[in-house]
């Protein structure tokens, strides 16, 4: 075996993937035939999101050797993260019948079906993994995680108390007990978990962000939005449009109700202001929370450049408005009131946008849908002349959370 496939092996068990890449590049020059120097190299492919290069090496190695059952795990994932599930699937296929007792495919089939958000199958194919392999650590996580979304969080426990009691230096296992934790309101717990974690494995994601949400879970405030997030986490994407349009139809009937029978102010007024707040609370609630977790000593490390971004931005917009509307409120100035709501709108828009990754699609459309509101806005104010467009504004924010729900609902159904 040429001493750079070796290498690169080595380099890949020390997360140095770039490195590794260029050691299975020299290995293929010198050895063009060796389907396992391709399948690895299509896995630090995946690691550095060249998704489509990992996914063209895969190819090669099935066709180097395609009685190989193992390297269609590696295919499988292949298109799995070129979001080509089907393709997927049909790769996993072929390998169980090479061989059916390869515990990795379940595992693969499990992770699919939590991308299709179809909680009981990847329940199922975690088990019959299991069943394969009862300390396969990955297959006892996706096992935990598809209790979690089914909402059995005390079989989920102690599932990862398992996994971690066979591994109990997993960075994943930690950070699915710390979510598990954070379900059952024990963020202490929670916190300790995506530390240790974190320590194991300081670029992982998944447990930094589980350690933001921790810290500011344990906020009354924000606790309440935390809850939401976590129980539409476990809807599918055709349910969660269901909540929100239901949500919005009652609100809706509420105002009609309100209209008709002016008598029930006392009643509906209440539940219309708490649907509003809930709505308009639920956009700001992340950055601004991030904006006071800038503040704690722990929390502050957990924030990555995107998020104190965000933070800083939404802040100063909410400031703005507040700021605005109290000095229109004090100086009786019709200008600066106006001014002042429409500081306090655009954070919708402002903090909307940071909820998409930085470099996707949606960050784009929806920072151009904001900045056309803002300049829409600002012209309505002080050009009268535009005030027309004033209704323009108006619809632009009422229907920018469902703008957005689509635009980040696409970029959720991302297999990365």
């Known amino acids: 075996m040429n001493p750079h496939y070796e290498r690169g092996r080595q380099l890949m068990s020390h997360n140095r993937t770039k490195e590794a890449i260029a050691e299975f590049r020299k290995e293929l020059a010198q050895n063009p035939e060796n389907p396992f120097a391709f399948a690895l190299l299509s896995n630090c492919y995946l690691q550095e999101r060249q998704f489509a290069e990992a996914l063209e090496v895969a190819k090669r190695a099935i066709q180097l050797e395609p009685e ?5 795990s590696f295919l499988g994932q292949a298109y799995y993260y070129n979001k080509k599930s089907v393709e997927a699937r049909e790769a996993v296929e072929a390998g169980l019948q090479l061989n059916p007792n390869h515990a990795p495919f379940y595992h693969l089939l499990g992770t699919i079906d939590l991308y299709e958000e ?3 199958a990847a329940l199922q194919h975690a088990e019959q993994g299991l069943e394969i392999d009862a300390e396969h650590v990955d297959l006892i996580n ?3 995680q598809a209790l979690i979304q089914l909402n059995r969080k005390d079989e989920a426990s102690a599932t990862l108390d398992y996994a971690l009691h066979k591994a109990p230096e997993n960075a994943f296992s930690h950070t699915n007990k710390g979510w598990v934790a954070v379900e059952n309101d024990q963020y202490d717990a929670a916190i300790e978990h995506f530390k ?3 320590r194991l494995d300081p670029t992982f994601k998944f447990a ?3 350690l933001k949400e921790a810290i500011k879970g344990k906020n009354y405030l924000y606790r309440g939005v935390l809850k ?3 129980w539409m986490s476990k809807q599918t994407s055709n349910n969660q449009w269901a909540i929100v349009i239901g949500a919005y139809v009652i609100y809706r009937l509420l105002l009609a109700a309100l209209d008709s029978y002016p008598a029930l ?5 209440p539940l219309i202001f708490a649907y509003i707040i809930f709505v308009f609370s639920s956009w700001i609630a992340k950055p601004i929370s991030n904006l006071f977790l800038r503040l704690h000593p722990l929390g502050k490390h957990a924030l990555d450049d995107d998020e104190r971004l965000a933070s800083t931005a939404v802040g100063l917009v909410v400031t703005f408005g507040i700021v605005t509307l109290l000095l229109g409120w004090m100086m009786s100035n019709s200008m600066l009131l106006i001014l002042g709501i429409f500081g306090v709108l655009m954070t919708i828009p402002t903090s909307g946008l940071f909820n998409t990754h930085p470099e996707s699609q949606a960050r784009k459309s929806l920072t151009y849908y904001a900045i056309a509101l803002g300049m829409i806005g600002f012209g309505v104010i002080f050009i009268p002349a535009l005030q027309p467009f004033m209704i323009v504004f108006g619809l632009g924010i009422f229907f920018y959370s469902w703008i957005a729900n689509y ?3 696409r970029e959720s159904k991302e297999f990365y």
Do not use: V
């Open 118 to 120: 179809d909680w009981n």
């Open 407 to 409: 635009f980040i609902g």
């Open 208 to 210: 930094r962000t589980g």
């Open 142 to 144: 996706l096992r935990a």
């Open 265 to 269: 102010a006392p009643l509906l007024y």
């Open 68 to 72: 190989i059952p193992e390297l269609y």
């Open 228 to 230: 939401y997030f976590l």
């Open 196 to 198: 240790e974690a974190l």
